[in-house]
């Protein structure tokens, strides 16, 4: 049996890139901006690990995640990790525990890598920068309006242009749901297909 050819040094998985110049830059100034940004406004930044146990991580939340999380065991405790491939639990996780007794509205910020078991849209990345800004507290009119205007002058500030911003109402869904004649498993599916924004998968469940 012959043994395979060694690779290419330069091979890498497929949806993983290298940043070369000047686009690892680029990026690196797009994000710092977003975050300058961010904090005129009063967000205060976060660091959350690359890494954590899945059973924090994807509970919760997280739950909707599960299925883009690349997992493997940690050595030291024989407990099972996932890479997160969204941040936004994470800033939960935090809000709720590490950072439950500072005064409300709390104000966050954050920024970092993020990784996908499976790439979405044209080049089908599976390793995405992520930047974002959390206002845990008010329930509002006015926390939505401040969140909309505060990404749209961070977006400015990079240049994007026609851009649109998606509101959700997570009490919204079930109600239109409440008196469609769906069986229990297709509602599931439905909902999940709706928390994860895959139309392909709406459309499938007759949403």
Known sequence: MMDDAPLNPALLPAGFVDLLPPQAEAEADGIEALMAVF???????????????EAGLLSGSGAALAEQAFRLMDPDTRRMMAVRPDSTPQIARIA????ADAPRPLRLSYAG????VTG??????RQISQAGIELIGPDSPEADAEIVAVAAEALERLGTGRVSFDLTMPPLVPALLADQPLDDATRRALLHALDRKDAAAVAQHGG
């Open 120 to 125: 979405s849209g044209r080049e089908s990345a």
């Open 39 to 53: 904090g005129t406004h009063g967000y205060e930044r976060v660091r959350p690990p690359l890494m954590e146990f």
């Open 96 to 99: 709720s525990t590490r950072l």
């Open 113 to 116: 890598p993020c990784v996908l």
